[in-house]
């Protein structure tokens, strides 16, 4: 568990309360993913988010931000909203510290995110904790797609610790280098350098 001032975010399968406890007794804040097979808390918060007068209500206040990023050559929008009015969630006193509920709205077919935290209201915050967790979690996939990691049987715990480092140090260079044409998955990089090693040995060694 990390130390005082940090904030922790978790995956919806971490969100448990007993994890937003130990999170608050270490002076930490939590940002919790939801999904929807918790039904309860998930469905009463994404019927709340979504009504476009709270929407409207959210940006009145400050407590809403929308930023344009590059990703996987496009432009993908992104919206936040982030709200404390909270007194009218069932349950809310069994999550300790819970101080807040948010949104992450993304691209133009709206796929949402939804998260309750014990930070205070700050959008900015709420923002860096929701994409801090996208980035650990695209990590997380690309070793399980490109290096089938979660195949691994590696039954020694000092030998599969190296080959995970082997493996982050890998996709990093793969993110990096250019094989064959731009834009071409990782996955398809690692086949593609596999095939010929040493004509790429050069570019890969440089990083």
């Known amino acids: ?4 001032g940090q904030i922790i975010t978790i995956d919806a399968m971490g ?3 007993g994890i937003a406890e130990k ?3 270490k002076r930490a804040d939590y940002v919790l993913a939801l999904k929807g097979n918790q039904m309860g808390i998930y469905e009463d918060i994404k019927l709340y988010l979504s009504d476009p007068e709270v929407q409207q209500e959210i940006r009145k206040k400050g407590d809403y931000l929308c930023t344009v990023e590059k990703a996987h050559g496009q432009l993908e929008r992104r919206k936040y909203y982030q709200t404390g009015e909270i007194k009218w969630l069932s349950g809310r006193k069994e999550w300790k510290g819970l101080k807040s ?3 992450e709205e993304k691209g133009e077919r709206k796929e949402n995110r939804y998260y309750i935290s014990s930070l205070s209201p700050e959008i900015e915050s709420f923002r860096r904790a929701v994409r801090g967790h996208w980035s650990v979690e695209s990590m997380h996939w690309h070793l399980d797609v490109t290096f089938r990691e979660d195949a691994n049987t590696t039954l020694d715990k000092q030998a599969a610790q190296n080959q995970n480092i082997i493996r982050k140090w890998s996709l990093s260079i793969l993110k990096m280098v250019e094989v064959l044409k731009p834009g071409l998955s990782m996955k398809k990089k690692r086949f593609a350098i596999s095939l010929c090693p040493t004509k790429y040995l050069e570019e890969v060694l440089s990083f």
């Open 1 to 4: 568990m990390q130390i005082k």
């Open 15 to 17: 969100t448990q309360k």
């Open 23 to 25: 999170v608050r007794k």
């Open 101 to 103: 509920i948010g949104m």
